[in-house]
């Protein structure tokens, strides 16, 4: 599976923005998760959310939930992110992640697809 994240840039505190993943190299992913992680500068990469693609089953960490929210559109093979009430603290590269599982994982070796990432700059 080849990933494709895109829609990272720079927002002021409070703005928001929608994070994109596009998947190829498969045509049926239903027994796919996919998850978003992020790594800020001199911290460990962390799990942000993942979704099952079968049923949309989320799961979301701590410090996003009731800001983030994690999607996916079965027919473009996307997954998206919408980040509203940025702080500073979320600034961080953005990685899209996939994996042939049914549980959502929350750690990084749980999954072995990995996309490049887009990088997320909230100013105060």
């Known amino acids: 599976v080849q990933l494709q994240a895109s829609g990272g840039g720079l927002v002021q505190a409070g703005g928001s923005l929608t994070l994109s993943c596009t998947a190829s190299?498969?045509?049926?992913?239903?027994?796919?998760?996919m998850g978003w992680f992020r790594q800020a500068p001199g911290k460990e990469r962390e799990f942000v959310a993942a979704i099952r693609w079968s049923d949309g089953l989320k799961s979301y960490a701590d410090s996003v939930k009731g800001r983030f929210t994690i999607s996916r559109d079965n027919a473009k093979n996307t997954m998206y992110l919408q980040m509203n009430g940025l702080k500073p603290d979320d600034t961080a590269v953005y990685f899209c992640?996939?994996?042939?599982?049914?549980?959502?994982?929350?750690?990084?070796?749980?999954?072995?697809?990995w996309g490049q990432g887009t990088l997320v700059t909230v100013s105060s």
């Open positions: 992640a996939a994996d042939q599982r049914w549980r959502p994982g929350t750690r990084t070796y749980e999954y072995d697809s």
């Open positions: 190299g498969r045509t049926f992913f239903s027994s796919y998760v």
